[in-house]
């Protein structure tokens, strides 16, 4: 057990559509990150937020977003939703500067119809 | 472009067979190599590894890092069935955001 969840569990949406995805840290952890796994893959870095701004991103386009929250819970945005972001949608939180060591929560899986 | 690469991709052994898990890397400014094991879906953190040459134990798991060859092994002795699951390997490195670039992942199953 972690402390990081994560919700809904599954989510089915069309495409085109826009969707929101939570995450709720472990306590007192102020950093988060959210990657996505495709099937087989490993996961891979969107972005991280750090004291509610985003403090870095990987190779997804602006359609993802994200908002950190005074209490450290996080949101997860997706606009214009294409079939390739059906996939598992994992949070991570930490302690920046202190052991760096990246908890996730269970994940979301997106389908995109 | 961080990269790291994992093998075997799969494997299946009997229980009680030990197995190593392999994790090269290629990261600019590396920090430290993470293990992750993930069964379902949320991946449960195993080691982490910042030195050369360190073991890390953890019951039946260990896990050693060679900064100079760029790789980390992963070691499981007398191998139980639940330890069939994708084992993740990690690397944290540049910049100030700390974010991980994972492998494939290397899918386990122990049959009885």
């Known amino acids: 057990e972690t402390g990081v969840t994560q919700s809904p569990t599954h989510l089915i949406k069309t495409r085109g559509q826009q969707v929101t995805l939570r995450c709720s840290s472990q306590?007192?952890?102020?950093?988060v990150s959210w990657y996505q796994q495709a099937l087989g893959q490993g996961p891979q870095f969107i972005f991280q937020?750090?004291?509610?701004?985003?403090?870095g991103r990987g190779n997804f386009p602006p359609r993802f977003s994200g908002l950190q929250f005074p209490n450290y819970s996080s949101e997860l945005n997706v606009n214009a939703l294409e079939l390739d972001d059906s996939a598992l949608y994992l949070c991570?939180?930490?302690?920046?500067?202190?052991?760096?060591?990246?908890?996730f929560g269970a994940g979301t899986r997106l389908s995109v119809l | 472009e961080d990269k790291v690469v994992q093998s075997p991709l799969s494997l299946v052994v009997h229980e009680g067979d030990t197995v190593t898990l392999n994790c090269s890397y290629e990261?600019?400014?590396?920090?430290?190599l993470l293990w992750y094991k993930q069964e379902k879906k949320a991946p449960t953190f195993l080691f982490m590894l910042?030195?050369?040459?360190i073991e890390k134990k953890s019951g039946r798991l260990s896990s050693i890092l060679d900064k100079k060859e760029l790789f980390s092994i992963l070691n499981i002795t007398a191998t139980q069935t639940g330890d069939s699951a994708v084992y993740l390997c990690?690397?944290?490195?540049?910049?100030?955001?700390?974010?991980?670039?994972f492998g494939k992942g290397t899918l386990l199953t122990v049959n009885p």
């Open positions: 990690a690397v944290e490195g540049g910049g100030s955001n700390y974010k991980l670039t």
């Open positions: 910042t030195s050369s040459g």
């Open positions: 990261v600019t400014n590396f920090r430290s």
């Open positions: 991570a939180s930490r302690i920046q500067g202190f052991e760096n060591i990246q908890y």
């Open positions: 937020y750090y004291r509610e701004e985003e403090n």
């Open positions: 306590s007192g952890h102020n950093t």
